[in-house]
């Protein structure tokens, strides 16, 4: 039968009739991380997607001026990830899937100068692994191939084209409250995307994935 879902959602058919409905849990089925590194992959992945990502699109999506709470709130999860930063990548030696779409979700903001200015000036760490990531081959080839728009222009584009959770905060006419958004504290360390996203047959599969699927866009 067809996949049914929301025809704005990036899907990943996998070839045992399996879809994968996340981004991220589609990245990480792609790219699995080293077996010493799948906790912490998985933590930034579900950190990137139940709070840094809902508090970024409703800062972004706000015409008018932002409630100061929300900066606050958008400050403090920035201030953790230039925290964890120590090294050039968030887990381990090399890049991961959690850097991929940690930097993806931070394009719009830092590719605004005064997005970049009010929220970046003091996360060194944080504008120094930026920097670094955009610098790699395969990035910038990436780059040169999307051709993708910056700033705001960046994020609606996103949120035109995706389903969770940019445009649901984005498009729907009921804003999320302040209360809704996940706080820094918040997160369950011990629940991951794929927890939220898979069933048992295909997580398993997630750990030893001896085969690709195929991107579609419903």
């Keep these: 039968a067809r996949f049914q879902c929301p025809h704005r959602l990036p899907v990943l058919e996998l070839e045992s009739g399996e879809f994968v409905f996340s981004s991220n849990s589609a990245s990480r089925y792609l ?3 080293e077996d ?3 906790q912490a992959v998985d933590y930034w992945l579900e950190w990137e997607a139940s709070s840094l990502q809902p508090v970024l699109a409703f800062y972004l999506s706000t015409s008018s001026k932002v409630d100061s709470s929300i900066v606050k709130q958008l400050k403090e999860l920035l201030s953790l990830l230039n925290s964890a930063l120590s ?14 779409a940690i930097w993806s979700t931070l394009f719009p903001l830092v590719t605004e100068m005064k997005y970049k200015k009010e929220l970046l000036t003091e996360q060194i760490q944080l504008q ?8 790699l081959s395969q990035v910038k080839e990436a780059l ?3 051709c993708p728009k910056q700033g705001l222009t960046a ?13 649901s905060i984005v498009t729907q006419s009921e804003k999320p409250s302040r209360a809704e958004l ?4 918040s997160i369950d360390l011990g629940k991951t995307v794929l927890q939220e996203d898979l069933n048992p047959n ?4 997630l750990k030893n994935p001896d085969q690709k699927g195929t991107g579609k866009n419903q």
Excluded: E, M
């Design 202 to 205: 295909l997580k398993a599969s």
């Design 144 to 146: 040169a191939r999307l």
């Design 87 to 100: 090294s050039k990548y968030l887990v381990g030696n090399n890049v991961s899937v959690a850097d991929i």
């Design 155 to 167: 994020f609606q584009s996103v949120a035109d084209a995706t389903w969770y959770p940019a445009n």
């Design 128 to 135: 120094n692994w930026y920097s670094h990531l955009q610098s």
């Design 182 to 185: 996940l706080s820094v504290n």
């Design 31 to 33: 790219f699995p991380p």
């Design 36 to 38: 010493s590194c799948c």
